[in-house]
């Protein structure tokens, strides 16, 4: 069977895990680049009967299903994937697994975000290599600020965690959070999203999206938070409204944003958010680290050999 390989940017697909229990039966096709047209991606992979995807980085919609009727299998890394059409993959017979993560890479990568903005790591690095003004800015103290979170799942209860470890104040809010498991976090549980917007020097975002939080953080939000406060972003991109996030960065109603996940990825070059100021964005590298694309492949080799052998695993949808 050919198994494609998609969006392997940093090239290591082959050499992250051992791929010597499907290797008999797999005939591996690595891709490094990414394809934006639909129809040149289905032309290099029509003959494939398996296809390997990186969380979001190739869209699997209905149109794409329709142009490989060869396709019998989609691994993705993760257990969600929301770019992924699961009814059209259903109702042509295709199997969707995903697999288990590994690492904490979105928490630190939250807090290098948290940090560089902070102390304006990129403004005094630039400064530095340039040989230009010798400290320029005067850094934000994190002691006795407030960190507001939206979500306080598994990694917003390790970003509290942090936080406290800074001495930060930590708030949060979510649709479902109560005030037992803020409690046990030692979080304070905001009164509503507007209170903790209001009142935050830093907010993070960590829910998952859904209809219920599309569109989450908008003009309004936005225009609650201080002048001084920064919006940290490292969950998905449609949370925020983009062109109101970005309203609010060049009109100063915010000091600035930490961003690593857009609406379009890669991030067109000449998008704004490349080059605004008061913008630290990274390339949606939360999850690119070593334990977790040890994880991702180990689970996809496993993926692909459950399902080989008649017995798919981590099966979704």
Known sequence: MKCAILDDYQRVALSMTDWSAVAEHVEL????HHFDDEEELAAAIEDCEIVVIMRERTPFRESLFRRLPRLKLLVTTGMR??????AAAAERGVVVCGTQGGGEGTTELTWALILGLARR???????????????????VDLLGKRLGLLGLGHIGSNIARIGQAFGMEVTAWSQN????????????????????????????????????????????ELGLMRPSAYLINTSRAPIVDREALIEALR?????????DVFEQEPLPID????TMPNVLATPHIGYVTEATYRAYFRGIVEAIDA???GSPVNVIG
């Open 251 to 259: 009109s100063g109603k915010i000091a600035g944003a930490g961003l």
């Open 29 to 32: 096709r690595v891709f490094d």
């Open 81 to 86: 994937n929301a770019s992924v059409d699961l």
């Open 177 to 220: 959070l109560t005030a037992d498991k803020a409690a046990a976090a030692g979080v304070k549980l905001a009164s509503s999203k507007d209170e903790l917007l209001e009142s935050s020097d830093f907010v993070s975002i960590h829910v998952v999206l859904s209809d219920r939080t599309r569109g989450l953080i908008g003009a309004r």
């Open 307 to 309: 399902y080989l052998k």
């Open 121 to 139: 790591l990129v403004q005094e690095n630039e400064a530095l290599r340039s040989g230009g003004a010798w400290q320029s800015t005067i850094g």
């Open 271 to 274: 998008d704004p958010l490349r």
